[in-house]
């Protein structure tokens, strides 16, 4: 592999956002063993301790600091190394001199990232896709400063038709998620693994200062908004004890303005107004009353729960995947009525609202007072949280043609949360605080 081969698999990290549109744990301090070597054992791991800080020394001796364009990242590489645009502000591309290695670090912020990584294992996930990771090994895993969860790898990768030997790690901060590649067109040896050890531990991190502009105190009444959609906003990696789920700033109100045009096609304040207006006086409930009607009158209902799919596959032209989310969504209107996926609409309504605030088509006042009223509405409907979920994971399916497998373990995992955002009252007396 030459420097314009290592320039191609630095290139391709820029694309991976486009395409993306058990190993060692970091050492730690352990207990006391409390034995009668306890001394000894000590002396040791001083010694231990002391000479990995010479050999840390020793390697970054030649070092510099390299640095995200954002800022809120560096590790030090050798001195002679240059750096490649990788097209995204918080990753970062660097080559030796000779073009032999390469190191790509790809940040992914937790809170207001439009790239598609909300946990280790999605951008796993990106990682081993975009590049083809294959031929992996355990490997020694670094100590980071300020990283937990941190698994390292000898692997291959294969990028834009380029194969080259890789010391893979992942990590993460309380800000952001890592992954940290050191590529080498030579064998992966122990040194070079060392050299990379040694870099990332100089890893620093200054996360940005979030500017947040909102004027929305977050009383229980908008505890309750926010919970109506923290299942979404989960998923999405937002904070969901923020009404709209982010930090109102020019940033964020870019990143949902944009989310807003392609997932509702809604663009400004009339478009804003006319899809509130749909989801609240149609929505997914219309349709879905209709279709389980049809199937009533088919005789779906006649058939026993295992019957079902194959009697609708006779009534609408879908695949058997389908037909099973069908049979399952006909069961829920026959336990919960035409009513059965209201939840689905009126908790995207509320969360529509919350963008709608922060792209800036709505004032605090207007998102709030309409929340309010939709709020009540759904707590007339409805006798508690896991009633409402119910019904918006019914919609889900219903809408999604896909099981609601993946939302309903966010659900178990938010309630089970330290900042659970169901534990407020479901019945409690929502009044306007603003």
């Not at 899809?275 to 006086?281: K, N, R």
Request: hydrophobic share 35%.
């Amino acid at each position: 592999m030459n420097d314009k081969k290592i320039r191609r698999m630095l290139a391709v990290t820029g694309m991976a956002a486009v395409l993306a549109a058990s190993a060692l744990q970091g050492c730690g301090g352990g207990k006391d063993s409390g034995s009668d070597g306890a001394d000894a054992g000590n002396t040791k791991a001083a010694q231990e301790t002391t000479k990995a800080e010479e050999t840390k020394a020793d390697l970054t001796k030649d070092m510099t600091e390299f640095t995200i364009k954002d800022g809120s990242m560096s590790i030090m590489l050798n001195k002679d190394w240059t750096t490649e645009d990788l097209g995204v502000d918080f990753w970062l591309g660097a080559q030796s001199k000779n073009g032999k290695e390469a190191v790509i670090v790809m940040q992914f912020p937790k809170m207001g990232s439009i790239l598609p990584v909300d946990s280790m294992d999605s951008m796993t996930a990106m990682v081993v896709e975009s590049y083809g990771i294959a031929d992996e090994a355990d490997a020694q895993a670094p100590t980071i400063p300020g990283m937990t969860g941190i698994k390292a790898s000898t692997c291959t990768v294969n990028a834009d038709g380029e194969k080259a030997e890789t010391y893979l790690v992942y990590g993460e901060t309380d800000y952001a998620y890592y992954s940290l590649m050191y590529v080498t067109e030579d064998k992966m040896t122990d040194d070079i693994i060392a050299s990379a050890v040694a870099s990332y531990g100089t890893f620093k991190e200054t996360p940005p200062e979030v500017e947040d502009n909102s004027t929305i105190q977050v009383s229980d009444t908008v505890k309750w908004f926010n919970a109506s959609y923290a299942v979404l906003t989960k998923l999405n990696g937002w904070n969901y004890n923020l009404f709209g789920g982010l930090a109102v700033n020019d940033d964020n109100k870019a990143v949902v303005q944009e989310m807003l045009k392609s997932w509702w096609d809604v663009s400004d304040r009339a478009s804003a107004d006319e899809t509130l207006d749909w989801i609240l006086t149609e929505g997914h409930r219309t349709g879905f009353v209709e279709e389980m009607k049809d199937l009533q009158s088919e005789g779906v209902g006649d058939k026993s729960p295992e019957e079902r799919a194959a009697a609708i596959l006779g009534v609408y032209e879908m695949d058997e995947a389908t037909a099973e989310i069908y049979a399952r969504c006909y069961g829920a209107y026959e336990t919960m009525g035409e009513k059965a996926i209201d939840g689905w609409d009126y908790c995207r309504a509320l969360n529509l609202l919350g963008y709608y605030y922060t792209a800036g088509y709505y004032t605090d006042v207007e998102a709030l007072d309409k929340s309010l009223e939709i709020a009540q509405k759904v707590q007339e409907e409805f006798g508690s949280w896991d009633e409402l979920i119910d019904s918006y994971m019914v919609g889900y399916e219903y809408w999604g043609e896909e099981t609601s497998d993946e939302r309903r373990a966010v659900y178990e995992e938010l309630k089970g949360a330290q900042d659970n955002p169901y534990a407020v009252d479901f019945k409690m007396t929502l009044e306007k605080t603003w």
